[in-house]
């Protein structure tokens, strides 16, 4: 069984529960993760006032949350608004490791979405509903459908749920109704479509039983405009060794190019042979150890930053992010160790965390829950290498008083993506966009120095470079020389190659293989300061803010490739 996936009761805590008060579960810790929830999902940035309001918080306490968040860049403040940071993805990407998800589903949902040319998901159970989990959809589709990682669904409104509601237990089913009856129209899913009349309970109780036995039955279910008007979905189970469903796999189409029973005849043989291997993967007993977390163990700031730091707050963050440091979770003391904190604080925080929902336990292991995905995932999976890149820039823009940029290479091309202008008489009138032959700009030539050699010097050849002013380089030796140098020096400073009058410096931005995904540069005009004092005054500011995008890209892209646009 894929260790994280089963629902089955947990065992009893290694140490009894009723040593801790219920002051004591229901401190910081779970304030603080009501304001992060809110603050995640507010689909406009909030002020500390907009929390107080929203939680019943004393302000004075909100305010000390939001700094405490704000200092580990969960949440980032943009003048007096706060915004949720690509690092609060760290707890979701904690489940997704120690839960086994993000090596098992990848393949798959890709393979499919490939051959069957439709958007593919992965979902599971959270609670008595069912959470996105994975996502691939068809390559060069102009408008690719489906849900967000993270996103939540009504069980009874997609196939998924249907599939995944065979292995309910009676507890489950009244948690559904309670949900049900607390929210008739479905209104607290964004991801939905709100019902427009609340149908009623007794129908909607016998049309899931009846939907869920027949899935159960046939091995797989069918959504015709269920979850949304114009959407079908064919879903079909992944099963542990006993046989029960630990996620199950989606497919979606528009009725436009498919209608139901269409669509399971497109996929469902396709679906199934996926199935077969995801369990293969995600059901084995390995415990090995992920890929290094980018959160380090807990640092104590209080020193630093006195009575606003909440010290509670964040050494239970910190214990929710070790256990993602191997699949199957951690043991108590294996989380003390990870997470850098005593055995009785890592124990407060495990059961609070278990109380809250947010953790399981199977055994002697916790592990992160599917619920740690609403702390924003669905809304930061989306982020581009330039969303993420953009607040970087501005702050770099505004402490050098110059002009930043961020692009990528396509072809012999560098193309800009994201860019903080910074207004001067001299300032070079570039925006997103912007296509420039790479083999004269810093940014390009940081980019082909990131390559193979052959690549690299195919790409030249295909520039045939010519002078744009007196100075650019055009010889394919000189210019193989001058990526060496670049590559060698981890900066690109090129002077009035591209533009007479135009002074360049530029950094790479790498993803975590270590591979130049995009280039940092500042531009401005080659005044009487020779190039080497630009270089030795602006070098340290670029490498800065380009290992601040370095940082962001590792947890938004923790198990795939950077999305560029």
């Known amino acids: ?81 706060l915004v949720p940071a690509p690092r609060l993805m760290e707890f979701g990407n904690a489940y997704l490791r120690a839960s086994g998800m993000s090596q ?17 998901s992965a979902i599971v159970l959270d609670g008595c ?22 996103d939540l669904l009504p069980a009874e409104r997609c196939a998924a749920g249907a599939v995944l509601a065979a292995g309910w237990q009676p507890d489950t089913y009244d948690a559904w109704r ?33 939907w869920t036995a027949a899935a159960d039955a046939d091995g797989w279910a069918l959504d015709d405009q269920l979850v949304a008007p114009g959407l079908v979905a064919v879903a079909v189970p992944v099963r542990d060794p006993d046989g029960r469903p630990v996620c199950a796999i989606s497919v979606l189409a528009h009725t436009s190019r498919h209608s139901g029973d269409a669509l399971r005849a497109h996929a469902l043989a396709t679906m199934e042979e996926e199935a077969r291997h995801i369990a293969d993967a995600l059901c084995g007993t390995s415990t090995e150890a992920t890929a290094p977390s ?52 890592t124990r407060r925080n495990l059961l609070t965390l278990r109380q809250l929902g947010y953790v399981e336990q199977l055994g002697r292991r916790f592990l992160p829950s599917p619920r740690v995905l609403e702390l924003g995932y669905a809304r930061l999976s989306t982020l581009t290498l330039a969303d993420i890149a953009q607040p970087h820039l501005t702050e770099l823009a505004g402490r050098a008083r110059e002009s930043a940029s961020l692009a990528v ?37 940081v980019l082909l120095a990131d390559l193979p050699e052959a690549d690299r010097r ?35 400073l090129v002077e009035q190659e591209l533009e007479a009058g135009l ?36 070098l340290p500011a670029l490498r800065a803010c380009a290992a601040r995008i370095e940082s962001d890209l590792a947890v938004a892209f923790a198990d795939g490739p950077v999305q560029t646009g």
């Open 294 to 345: 980018a959160a380090p163990a807990y640092a104590d700031a209080k020193p630093e930053l006195g009575p606003s730091f909440l010290q509670a707050l964040a050494r239970g963050l910190a214990v929710l992010t070790a256990l993602g440091r191997r699949r199957g979770g951690l043991t108590l003391a294996e989380a003390a160790e990870a997470a850098g904190l005593s055995y009785p604080s």
């Open 458 to 492: 195919e790409r030249i050849d295909a520039s045939h470079p010519r002078a744009l002013t007196p100075h650019t380089l055009t010889s394919p030796d000189a210019l193989g020389a001058a990526l060496d140098r670049v590559a060698r020096e981890g900066h690109a």
């Open 129 to 150: 509903d069912a959470r996105i989990v994975g996502k691939a959809v068809p390559p060069g589709r102009m408008i690719p459908l489906g849900f967000r990682v993270g």
């Open 409 to 445: 290479l396509d072809g012999t091309e560098v193309h800009y993506v994201a860019r903080a202008a910074v207004q001067q008489i001299t300032s070079a009138r570039i925006m997103p966009g912007t296509r420039l032959p790479a083999y004269a700009t810093s940014m390009g030539r």
């Open 1 to 81: 069984m894929a260790p994280g996936v089963s629902r089955a009761a947990p065992e009893a805590p290694t140490a009894p529960a009723s040593a801790d008060s219920p002051a004591e579960a229901a401190g910081p810790l779970e304030r603080g993760l009501a304001v992060l929830r809110i603050a995640a999902d507010a689909p406009h940035p909030v002020r500390p006032g907009d929390l107080a309001r929203a939680t019943g918080l004393a302000r004075s306490t909100v305010d000390r949350i939001t700094a405490t968040l704000t200092h580990l860049d969960h949440l980032r403040a943009v003048g007096r608004d």
């Open 178 to 210: 309670a949900r049900r009856a607390a929210d008739p129209l479905d209104e607290t899913f964004p991801a939905v479509p709100a019902r427009r009349t609340t149908p009623p309970s007794e129908q909607v109780e016998a049309d899931f039983a009846a």
């Open 104 to 120: 098992a589903l990848r393949p798959s949902l890709e393979r499919l979405a490939r051959t069957l040319d439709e958007s593919v």
């Open 503 to 538: 002074r360049s410096l530029a950094v790479p931005v790498r993803d975590r293989s270590g591979r130049a995904v995009g280039a940092v540069n500042i531009a401005l005009h080659a005044g009487p300061e020779p190039p080497e004092h630009t270089r030795d005054t602006l």
